[in-house]
């Protein structure tokens, strides 16, 4: 299959396509110092699908995560886009969406869909930041790259990190204090995490006031219109079981860290909007659930919640 046309299958379902040697991409990850992942196949195409920047507000009773959430699951999306695509292409494949041992950013540097920002997301000149990366790796040979051009950078622009609350940008980038990640990760939260902690999954503070993303994140492909799911209930969170919470929210991709985590940060929101109306609920949590980072988070925000409701200092949203 010519170059042009696998270009062209791929085009017809993504916003951003670049086909490059996987050999390429392995020498970089090698010239990087990192372990190098076994690849068989010899054609790597990077992918970009567009997402749409929005803003929901949080209720007393609904609470929302981060707008790369809203809409179908991004994995699935992009995965059944490259299983139509390769219908029509005869060669053996994988491919791979967020969870594998590649470097997408890398990958998509390479590509040429954009170049990697300091807030650590790849940024495209006409998408910004808002679109998610997937990878195909073709077993057929690669007469030459077709790659994008980027003649863009952040320059001397300090925005993101001036504005990121937990300074996870100050020095590089420090995932540890990165919102994002602490918010998703199954252990004890610090009093400064939980007052910063805005969303009840992600942040998407570096996207929103970046320069590059100004008028951008206006593209809706179908599977990313709103789904009515978005808007989480506080009193199901609290209240389904697993089983019953995932089928009630099926298809939503806040759901891979499962509902244990998503209750815990709610819990942080309830005390930053100093909303006592759940307490009874939470007090129920405290005996099913017993893994110790929720324990010790149910407890501090219970005990702050109760005191808030003693001095009649509740607060709707």
């Known amino acids: 299959m010519h170059i042009k046309r696998l270009y062209e299958l791929f085009q017809s379902s993504f916003d951003l396509v670049g086909i490059i040697h996987t050999k390429r991409y392995l020498n970089e990850i090698k010239a990087m110092g990192r372990e190098v992942p ?5 054609t790597m195409v990077v992918l970009g699908l567009a997402y749409p920047m929005r803003i929901l507000k949080h209720s007393n009773t609904h609470l929302v995560s981060s707008f790369y959430t809203h809409g179908s699951d991004y994995h699935t999306v992009l995965k059944e886009r490259i299983h139509h695509v390769m219908k029509e292409i005869p060669y053996p494949y994988e491919l791979g969406v967020d969870n594998h041992p590649h470097n997408e950013r890398l990958a998509a540097s390479l590509a040429g869909l954009g170049f990697f920002g300091k807030n650590q997301l790849m940024i495209n000149n006409k998408l910004g930041s808002y679109f998610f990366l997937g990878i195909v790796f073709i077993d057929m040979n690669l007469e030459q790259e077709m790659t994008l051009f980027v003649d863009d950078d952040c320059g001397d622009c300090q925005i993101c990190i001036q504005n990121c609350p937990t300074h996870a940008l100050d020095h590089g980038y420090d995932m540890n204090l990165c919102m994002s990640y ?9 009093d400064d995490e939980m007052h910063a ?11 929103r006031v970046c320069p590059k993303n100004v008028k951008k994140g206006t593209i809706i492909h179908p599977e990313f219109e709103l789904s009515g799911k978005e808007m989480v209930s506080i009193m199901d969170l609290f ?10 929210y099926q298809g939503m991709s806040y759901l891979w860290k499962g509902k244990t985590v998503l209750m815990r940060n709610t819990l942080m929101l309830l005390l930053k909007h100093k909303n006592t109306g759940y307490i009874h609920e939470i007090e129920e949590t405290l005996v099913k659930y017993h893994a110790p980072w929720y324990q010790d988070t149910a407890k501090r925000v219970l005990k702050a919640l109760k005191d808030l409701d003693e001095k009649g200092l509740m607060v709707k949203l």
């Open 38 to 42: 076994h690849v068989d196949y010899p």
């Open 197 to 207: 902690n805005y969303l009840l999954f992600g942040c998407d503070i570096c996207q």
């Open 182 to 190: 602490y918010n998703q990760a199954k252990r004890v939260i610090t």
């Open 239 to 248: 209240t389904l079981s697993e089983k019953q919470f995932r089928e009630n």
